[in-house]
């Protein structure tokens, strides 16, 4: 039956997951590469004892041409004493097989069925047969050697193999050894590895966590030295750097919003008490009632538009963007500014490039060039003039809106994109200071920036770009 | 004409409840939404307010179970989520109009007879008239007592709008939207500019002045100035 209980559960995290993949590939390699060495020495080995009995039949072979049958036997007796009659054997064979004379073979059980007794009828003297043999008595095998040395004559020699084999065995040990005391090495390598390349993780899941307590301010300081990492470090700083300029920039349009919340709220309850006090006037109550309402809709415009510029900033607007015909969109504004133009006596000069196309939130550049074409009006005088002009360049366009009216004093230039800023001369008309971070807002949501340049009682240029967003993008 | 409405603050409904009966409908009023379902499964209505947070059932839930069952009561959403999702969001549940908190009577009032008009298939006129002036929607001319009057083509809108709510106050925020298909107001005076335009092509030379202002709500087109 199987039990669930003794799977082991291998902890899931990527410093064990990293330490455990380096310590097998390390140890892998290893393998391979000590076996590879392994089975080289073995062949070389094999190769040189080879080679050494070759050697040895050739030099019986010259022994027997000088000096005869005599002279090889004598030679095999001095072999046979300088050595161990376990270790080596010489015997002389005839053409048949038979046994002429011998060293002595009783350590070697079965040695005339296990062997090549014949030497093949073709075979030339310098071409001996090896064979490698095992006998039942001994604890290694044995390499054999038969070669014709003369006429009739045949000489096969025996020597064991247990030098040899113990060399491999040694040699086994100690790579075993290698093998085994890899294991922990290897793993520890790896667990420094991981250590250093999740070191940067944690402390980016560090400073999430402080952030996520409140910490806004927390930064990750630490420089990894992977490139990726650094990455997701740099990223991550980026990231929380955004986080708190929008939470700082929310604090103060609170604080904002609660001031201008305030004066509204402020008017309605004195129009509505005022109504009160007064006697029994339907017209009053009426009067009041309308102002009531006008409050009410100043309010509401001043709370939509600061949640919608909340969205363009933060970038959470989930409005699809779509294909938007600038040029359109522009002469449409403008054919809706018009009576309002002539009312005032203001001329209205449009110059538009026609079919100016760029991809962005439709209502939200309306409100954009509302804002401006709203600005520019509300502060030129009574036969002043208004341009409004769309031009084309190679990366985009440029829409700019000159007036012919206060201007905007040096002083105020810079300030005049925050946000519930008013000059001096803007505080007795409509408005909640909303409009050009408005406009701003959008612009730079849309990849370009709007700037001005004015002179005090001769007008103002607002200039928008409107960057068309490369295909990589 | 029978009107259901479903809110929980009893002053919103209040305030519809009068102008509805003044305007002459009679209107059901629950301020529970499992309540105002279950009256909405098995009376007849013609028409249905409906707001989206309410206590027992929630107003997009109240939507889908009548779609579901195949009630083809049209719907008006009141909220005062303002985004355009939310806005999609209502009418992909089946509402048939969305109108944003805080709104003019006016509005609702208009919007509740154009889903009426809807509802009862009513043909699409080729031409309105009111008083004695005469809009020709299909050569888009105008005709006050014999006389053609010049209108540019939004003037032609703003006018066939006001026609079709003669009798009632039309605010700035309507005509932005339904004449101009702009969701926000862009200040300066364009909305008055072009009344006071139009008024000076139609009302000028005429004994009778058509349109009139509601100070603090908007404009509307009637014969007497009461």
């Known amino acids: 039956m199987f039990s669930r209980g003794t799977m082991i559960k291998l902890p899931n995290t990527l410093g064990f997951r990293l330490t455990f993949w380096y310590a097998s590939a390390f140890l892998v390699c290893l393998v391979a590469a000590l076996l590879a060495l392994f089975i080289y020495l073995d062949t070389i080995l094999n190769n040189r004892m080879d080679e050494d009995l070759r050697e040895d039949i050739a030099e019986f072979q010259e022994l027997l041409t000088e000096g005869g049958r005599n002279k090889v036997i004598s030679e095999i007796k001095r072999e046979i004493n300088s050595s161990d009659e376990s270790e080596v054997f010489l015997r002389l064979l005839d053409g048949h097989g038979k046994v002429v004379f011998s060293s002595d073979v009783s350590e070697w ?34 390499r054999i050697v038969l070669g014709k040395i003369g006429p009739d004559i045949i000489l096969q020699i025996g020597e064991t193999l247990e030098k040899k084999e113990e060399i491999m065995e040694l040699l086994f040990m100690v790579f075993a050894g290698m093998v085994f005391l890899g294991i922990p090495l290897a793993s520890g390598v790896g667990w420094l590895i991981a250590r250093k390349a999740v070191s940067g993780i944690e402390e980016v899941s560090r400073a999430a966590k402080d952030i996520e307590r409140g ?18 470090m740099d990223t991550f700083n980026a990231m929380a750097a955004r986080i708190r300029s929008l939470v700082h920039e ?46 009410c809709d100043r309010l509401m415009h001043l709370i939509n538009t ?13 409005t699809k963007k779509e294909r938007v015909n600038l040029s359109q969109l522009l002469a449409d504004l403008c054919e809706l500014f018009e009576a309002a133009a002539e009312e005032k006596h203001i001329t209205l000069k449009v110059t538009l490039e026609p079919n100016c196309h760029i991809v962005g939130d439709k209502h939200h550049l309306q409100r954009m060039v509302a804002n401006l074409l709203d600005n520019a009006m509300k502060y030129t005088t009574s036969e002043g003039q208004v ?16 007036d012919t009216g206060l201007g905007i004093p040096l002083s105020d230039q810079d300030r005049i994109f925050d946000r519930f800023f008013r000059c001096d001369h803007s505080r007795s008309l409509d408005g909640c200071g909303l409009g050009l971070s408005f406009a701003r807002s959008v612009a730079r949501a849309h990849g370009g920036d709007i700037t001005v340049t004015s002179e005090s009682s001769k007008g103002s240029i607002f200039t928008s770009t409107f960057p068309i967003a490369s295909p990589a993008k | 004409m029978r009107i259901l409405l479903i809110e929980d603050d009893q002053v919103i409904a209040d305030f519809i409840q009068k102008g509805m009966k003044e305007a002459g409908f009679s209107i059901d009023h629950f301020d529970d939404g499992l309540v105002g379902l279950h009256a909405a499964l098995t009376q007849d209505y013609d028409v249905g307010i409906l707001d989206l947070m309410l206590p027992g059932l929630d107003g997009l839930s109240i939507l889908d179970r009548l779609r579901q069952e195949k009630k083809d009561l049209p719907i008006i959403i009141l909220s005062a989520k ?7 969001t209502g009418l992909r549940h089946g509402g048939d109009d969305y109108l944003i908190k805080p709104f003019s009577f006016s509005e609702l009032l208009a919007r509740v007879e154009s ?23 299909l050569a888009r001319t105008v005709v006050r007592s014999g006389t053609k009057i010049d209108l540019q083509p939004k003037e032609f809108t703003l006018l066939e709008y006001m026609i079709r709510n003669a009798g009632h106050v039309v605010s700035k925020t309507m005509i932005m939207e339904r004449v101009w298909d702009y969701n926000f107001d862009p200040g300066t005076n364009v909305v008055e500019a072009r009344i006071s335009k139009l008024r000076e092509k139609m009302d000028k030379g005429f004994e009778v002045p058509l349109i009139h202002t509601v100070r603090g709500l908007g404009y509307v087109l009637k014969r007497n100035n009461d």
């Not at chain 1, 008490?273 to 007064?278: F, M, N, P, T, V």
């Not at chain 2, 889903?115 to 020709?136: G, K």
Request: aromatic share 4%; with cysteine; hydrophobic share 40%.
């Open chain 2, 115 to 137: 889903l009426l008009r809807r509802a009862q298939h009513v043909v699409e006129p080729t031409s309105l008239s009111f008083h004695d002036l005469t809009l020709d929607l």
């Open chain 1, 215 to 232: 910490h806004l301010d927390r930064q990750v300081t630490v420089k990894a030295q992977e490139e990726e990492i650094q990455t997701l």
């Open chain 1, 109 to 142: 059980e079965g040695l005339d069925a296990a062997t090549t007794l014949i030497v093949p009828k073709d075979t030339v003297p310098s071409l001996p047969v090896l064979e490698t043999v095992e006998f039942p008595n001994q604890e290694y095998p044995a």
């Open chain 1, 306 to 318: 600061t949640l919608d510029m909340a969205e363009v900033d933060a970038g959470v607007t989930h």
């Open chain 1, 250 to 295: 929310m604090r103060d349009m609170t604080d904002n919003i609660a001031h201008d919340l305030r004066s509204p709220l402020a008017r309605i309850r004195a129009m509505s008490e005022a109504a009160l006090s007064e006697n029994d006037s339907t017209k009053g109550y009426k009067n009041a009632a309308m102002d009531t309402i006008k409050e």
């Open chain 2, 82 to 88: 303002r985004t355009v999702d939310d806005r999609i």
């Open chain 1, 387 to 402: 341009s409004i002009e769309l031009a084309r360049f190679p990366h985009g366009f440029c829409l700019t809106i000159a």
